[in-house]
T-cell receptor, first 116, second 110 residues
Framework: DTEVTQTPKHLVMGMTNKKSLKCEQHMGHRAMYWYKQKAKKPPELMFVYSYEKLSINESVPSRFSPECPNSSLLNLHLHALQPEDSALYLC???????????????FGEGSWLTVV | KNQVEQSPQSLIILEGKNCTLQCNYTVSPFSNLRWYKQDTGRGPVSLTIMTFSENTKSNGRYTATLDADTKQSSLHITASQLSDSASYICVVSGYSTLTFGKGTMLLVSP
């Protein structure tokens, strides 16, 4: 199993809603990531969890709140988002930290988020 | 500043033809270089990963090369298929960084 599974695939939410994006991997990877990708742009790193602890937060606004309940699951809680937050949100995992030489990062299919 | 530049920005080729995509980087120190394929609206899929000592690596019809001296990499696609239409992203790791290129958009035309 070399998959990173993300749900939902599509999400439309209002600016006052609270929703969550979910990510799951069963490859035994100990690092998991959230990236944000706007159209025709490369992915931008948001958060990194290493061994279930938040190790990197790239100055992401507090309306995005990550959670890592266990080594296989990663959530992104969304609250009071803005229309400019509409993007493809990618979850990824790797055997260990992003900064480790030779690591392959496996990406999920992404969750398309539209904020109205 | 760490940078990854890809060229061309976009490319259209006929089905069955070969093509080569370029990636130049200024990431230092260098750890590894990866090529990803990203279909529109989907997550990137890893094609190859190369470390400093590797000059070439193949994955089916995809062959990546790396010249660590000139800090250049290429991705060669042989006998292109319609399903190769996608964005190809070069990603370079330093020891404490991960830098994405903006990608090359490839369209394979019948």
């Amino acid at each position: 199993d070399t998959e990173v599974t993300q749900t939902p695939k599509h999400l439309v939410m209002g600016m006052t809603n609270k929703k969550s994006l979910k990510c799951e991997q069963h490859m035994g990877h100990r690092a998991m990531y959230w990236y944000k990708q706007k159209a025709k742009k490369p992915p931008e790193l948001m958060f990194v969890y290493s061994y279930e602890k938040l190790s990197i937060n790239e100055s992401v606004p507090s309306r995005f709140s990550p959670e890592c309940p266990n080594s296989s699951l990663l959530n992104l809680h969304l609250h009071a988002l803005q229309p400019e937050d509409s993007a493809l949100y990618l979850c990824a995992s790797s055997p260990s930290g992003e900064r480790t030489s030779g690591n392959t990062i496996y990406f999920g299919e992404g969750s398309w988020l539209t904020v109205v | 500043k760490n940078q990854v530049e890809q060229s061309p920005q976009s490319l259209i080729i006929l089905e069955g033809k070969n093509c080569t995509l370029q990636c130049n980087y200024t990431v230092s120190p260098f750890s590894n270089l990866r090529w990803y394929k990203q279909d529109t609206g989907r997550g990137p899929v890893s094609l190859t990963i190369m470390t400093f000592s590797e000059n070439t690596k193949s994955n089916g019809r995809y062959t990546a090369t790396l010249d660590a001296d000139t800090k250049q990499s290429s991705l060669h696609i042989t006998a292109s298929q319609l399903s190769d239409s996608a964005s190809y992203i070069c990603v370079v790791s330093g020891y404490s960084t991960l830098t994405f290129g903006k990608g090359t958009m490839l369209l394979v035309s019948p």
